[in-house]
């Protein structure tokens, strides 16, 4: 369940227990260029007493002021930051194992417990029972959209307490969560609106409906039979005989693209929101073993990947599914990479199934990473294919912004399944960068500087011990020989083929996409160069491709032409190569301290001059706040 907190005792069997199994959080330590990169963020962002005291207090002030719904015909979502946060937090504390940042966890819990009125609420909405768009002219006078946010902020809060509880043991926290809890459930009865109803129009209760995750995890802790019922209650909304948005279940099973299953998909089909739903599901699943769940959740995922795959290695197109792989162009919302990679662990986690695991693998190294800045004080809203990175500041706040709050998340659940064990006790070794990893005693230790580089070594510590290796899909053959075996331990040297190969990014739109696609190029025209932050965007919207282009891939990394290496801007905006010749990429490595991998490039191809680049990783090619850092992923 993506959770390895302290050992705490759960109320609830689950009726389908998960097919891996993995360590406890403070026995992991990622490593290399990339956990460096981490460490930063950590450190800047969630450890640092100036930081945390900073991004906290700024966070909390939406619950002490109760003023996300001020203009009382809309609302913001301040009051998501704190539950992000604290999630965040939490699970780094349990990483760490550091008893002074565990007690800061534990006291900002309490510090936010004075805010909760004695019924149970707790949140950033003056009006609580203000759960939905009570006047649509008005709200669309004021926000030109449908904003009500008041049930997802609560979520984050509810969310981000019990995963402090599973980090601290402390029961007040637990207390607090369950009167929140049975606050919601109480009074959304009693105000006779269904999920499906409530929330930011347009979006068809999918954000107040992603409350199933942490709903159900507190039913797994606490046994109390109120939050299986509510979440049962839930389901049937996503099994309407009439086809209302977004029936999943009915959806999943026509087969079709999911920004075909309702006009305006720019307006309805929000990414990270729906991926967070069918997180819920897939927990369902643990709790019911309701096959029907699994198999829906599995089904989409598979159409996303097919569908809504975008050229950064993640899904979605500036946080919608908008028929994404169909555009020749990459924008990706941080916290879609985060979702996305969250849906794909815990699929693997359920089945045991190694091609979840490959979509975890392109989507972290390259569009989420892409998101991370290098000197680990901020990250990015909006990561693109070319020229700048989007940074934003959000409802008015200085240090929150909701993708920014959420990359630590991701970290800890990377790092929880770089190595699982099955239930015949054989270990799975699921990812190849640098790692210590020690589970059911046994220590396992990755090192070889992938994935920049193709050759690994493994160590396990108890020779006698089973351990088998995820070969990547786009490795065309992994070596793994056996070097070194004593009483103790294993040694594998293993050994990628890094494949360099071209990537035809936006094939010929599905049939079904006529309308679908037609109804949002616009759209996703102006949201692709929006320059809402004026220091550091600008409007780049006249580099929006119209066409289909190549991109470079490197083992499991994305390439990018930037000008960390000295490449003129007009070199970088030009892609030369032509679709129909067979060029044969030849990659050197070069030095180059301002990236985490570096490459000359050479290309040639049958009566075609040799094309030469300098080439990097694309998380690397622009990860920062600084507008001069211009890039370009097209060949």
């Not at 007690?103 to 939905?132: I, N, W």
């Not at 307006?267 to 309701?290: I, N, P």
């Not at 990175?389 to 706040?397: L, N, S, T, W």
């Not at 108890?462 to 056996?482: E, G, I, M, Y």
């Amino acid at each position: 369940m993506l959770t390895c907190m302290m050992t705490l005792l759960s109320a609830v069997a689950l009726a389908a227990p998960d097919a891996m199994r993995t360590p406890a959080l403070g026995d992991v330590r990622l490593e290399g260029w990339l956990g460096r990169k981490m460490d930063r963020f950590i450190s800047q962002r969630l450890t640092d007493p100036f930081q945390r005291k900073e991004i906290f207090e700024e966070a909390r002030q939406a619950f002490a002021r109760r003023d996300d719904d001020e203009s009382r015909v809309g609302g913001l979502w301040r009051g998501e930051f704190w539950g992000k946060q604290m999630l965040s937090s939490a699970r780094v504390a349990d990483y760490l194992r550091d008893g002074e940042f565990l007690g800061f966890v534990r006291e900002e819990c309490h510090r936010m417990m004075k805010y909760q009125d004695p019924d149970g609420y707790l949140g950033s909405y003056a009006d609580k029972t203000f759960v939905k768009i009570r006047d649509v002219p008005g709200c669309l006078a004021k926000f030109n959209w449908l904003p009500n946010w008041n049930l997802w902020n609560r979520k984050y809060c509810i969310w981000g307490m019990l995963m402090a509880y599973k980090a601290t043991g402390d029961k007040a926290i637990l207390a607090s969560v369950e009167s929140q809890m049975n606050q919601w459930i109480d009074m959304m009865h009693k105000l006779g609106v269904p999920l499906r109803e409530a929330g930011a129009g347009e979006m068809n209760g999918m954000p107040p409906m992603s409350v199933l995750k942490p709903l159900l995890m507190l039913y797994e802790e606490t046994g109390r039979r109120k939050y299986l019922d509510y979440a049962t209650e839930m389901l049937p909304a996503w099994d309407r005989e009439d086809g209302a948005a977004p029936n999943f279940i009915r959806n999943a099973e026509s087969g079709r693209a999911l920004h075909t299953w309702y006009p305006k998909p720019h307006k309805w089909a929000k990414s990270y929101e729906m991926m967070s739903c069918l997180d819920g599901l897939l927990e369902y699943y643990r709790v019911t073993g309701d096959e029907k769940c699994l198999k829906t959740v599995s089904t989409i995922r598979d159409l996303l990947e097919k569908y809504e795959g975008n050229p950064l290695g993640g899904v979605a197109f500036g946080d919608k599914f908008v028929g994404a792989a169909s555009r020749p162009n990459g924008l990706s919302e941080i916290c879609d990479a985060v979702h996305w990679i969250r849906l794909n662990l815990d699929l693997f986690l359920v089945t045991g199934e190694d091609r979840y695991m490959d979509s975890v693998e392109r989507c972290y190294y390259n569009n989420f990473f892409a998101g991370v800045d290098r000197d680990g004080r901020n990250g990015s809203f909006m990561v693109r294919a070319m020229q700048c990175h989007e940074h934003e500041r959000q409802c008015g706040y200085a240090h929150n912004q909701c993708c920014v709050n959420n990359v630590p998340r991701t970290f800890m659940d990377f790092a929880s399944a770089v190595v699982t064990v099955d239930r015949e006790g054989v270990y799975h070794v699921n990812q190849y960068q640098d790692a210590t990893v020690i589970l059911d005693g046994v220590t396992v230790t990755i090192r070889g500087g992938y994935p920049v580089e193709g050759a690994v070594a493994v160590t396990v510590s108890d020779s006698t011990k089973k351990v088998v290796f995820r070969r990547p899909s786009w490795c065309r053959s992994l070596d793994v020989r056996t070097v070194q075996t004593d009483q103790m331990s294993r040694t594998f040297a293993l050994s990628f083929d890094m494949n360099p190969r071209f990537e035809r990014v936006a094939q010929v739109p599905n049939p079904q996409d006529a309308e679908g696609l037609a109804a949002t190029d616009k759209w996703a025209h102006n949201r692709y160069g929006v320059a809402w932050q004026d220091d550091v965007n600008k409007d780049i919207r006249d580099a929006y491709r119209t066409t289909p282009a190549l991109t470079m891939w490197n083992g499991p990394l994305l390439l990018a032409k930037s000008r960390k290496l000295g490449m003129k801007g007009s070199d970088l905006m030009t892609a030369e190569l032509r679709e129909n010749q067979a060029y044969v990429p030849v990659l050197t490595r070069i030095s180059d301290d301002a990236t985490m991998g570096a490459w000359d490039l050479r290309l040639t191809a049958p009566d075609c001059p040799v094309l030469g680049y300098k080439v990097s990783d694309y998380q690397s090619a622009a990860d920062g706040e600084l507008s001069g850092e211009w890039f370009s992923i097209w060949f």
